[in-house]
């Protein structure tokens, strides 16, 4: 049906006609790629969209959202405006999306809030600003996914790709003697628990990059735990990121602040590239990171990027993970 030079036609066989589709256009949309049939997915053309800038959220709601929720509430637009510094407190500090449906949903309360009072006679704000939000949202929403300065020895903050954008995520690893055994927790998946095997293989064969001996390395218990345990993680880019905790547990040693990194990598101490660039990197510049550990292979997606998105971030281009430990550690 959807390859008009092998069938021009499709045949509904309820009203036994056949209908020429050839002409015919389908849009579709899903979250993502992963569940399609490879044949139904090669005859696709995609379109990726990406996550949205703050200032494009803000225009977003600005233009839109604002708007759409004052007519659906029935609010005149002359009783009720959002301040900028409101719409900047909630895209901080009352949502943590890729998208703007949680940011419509909190545009949509201060318009019910508000639509309330009008019915009921009460005074109300003709302009909500951020002493308001409060009273109208509540106390500002805790989110996990801002970066923590990786204030402690084996503590490292990682870059992830979900269909939903993208997410930082925390690696830590303690260190205790013992009888040289690793442990994983944080309902990792499979690829995710290969990585740190790989990780964990590369330093017991490189134990100097801990500043141990091959002796002392065997006396060493590791664990490595991936925080909120309740939610499924997997994928190879993490593998830079468990190494790295690692080799901080082991020597005792915190890294720099402000750095995340993404990269698979291999036995051998290679560092390979990684997709979801974009989605990275924006969840990057929302948890608050400053510079990004990034394959050397990476460098034409990060270029291709445009400037707005990368603008006050740094990335550190590496090859191997000597060059990862080597920049991470001052």
């Known amino acids: 049906m959807l390859d008009p030079e092998q069938n021009t036609t ?6 036994d006609i056949d209908y020429d589709l ?7 949309t899903a979250n993502t790629t992963s569940g399609i049939q490879p044949a139904l997915l090669d005859r696709m053309e995609l379109i990726n969209v990406s996550g949205y800038l703050a200032e494009e959220k803000m225009e977003i709601a600005r233009k ?14 002359r009783k009720l405006r959002i301040d900028p510094s409101a719409l900047e407190e909630i895209i901080d500090k009352y949502t943590h999306e890729s998208g703007v449906r949680g ?32 009273e109208y949202l509540g106390l500002p929403v805790a989110f996990h996914d801002k970066q923590q300065g990786n204030e402690a020895p084996g503590v490292v903050t990682g870059l992830a790709w979900t269909s939903m954008g993208g997410e930082i995520l925390f690696v830590e ?20 628990k290969e990585s740190a095997t790989i990780g964990y293989q590369y330093i017991k064969a490189h134990p100097a990059l801990a500043g141990l001996t091959a002796e002392e390395f065997a006396k060493k218990d ?5 925080p909120e345990g309740a939610t499924p993680k997997d994928g190879p880019s993490a593998g830079i990121t468990m190494v790295s905790s690692m080799v901080s547990a082991l020597r005792g040693e915190k890294i720099r602040s402000g750095v995340a990194m993404t990269g698979e990598m291999t036995l051998r101490g290679r560092v390979l590239p990684v997709g979801g660039i974009k989605e990275k990197i924006l969840a990057a510049k929302r948890a608050g990171v400053t510079t990004i550990v990034i ?19 740094d990335f550190v281009y590496v090859k191997t993970i000597d060059d990862v430990l080597g920049y991470i550690f001052e």
């Open 22 to 28: 050839s002409n015919v256009m389908f849009i579709t």
């Open 10 to 15: 499709f045949h509904d066989n309820y009203l």
């Open 103 to 134: 940011l419509e949903k909190q545009i949509a309360k201060i318009a019910r809030v508000t639509a309330k009072k009008i019915a009921l006679g009460q005074e109300h704000p003709a302009t909500i600003k951020k002493e308001h939000l409060k």
């Open 64 to 77: 839109f959202l604002v708007p759409k929720q004052l007519t659906e509430h029935g609010i005149d637009r």
């Open 173 to 192: 690893s303690s260190v205790s003697e013992g009888k040289g055994v690793m442990t994983m927790t944080g309902n990792l998946g499979d690829v995710m």
């Open 295 to 313: 394959s050397e292979d990476n460098r034409k997606d990060i270029e291709d990027i445009k400037e707005i998105y990368i603008k006050g971030l």
């Open 222 to 226: 590791i664990h490595v735990h991936v």
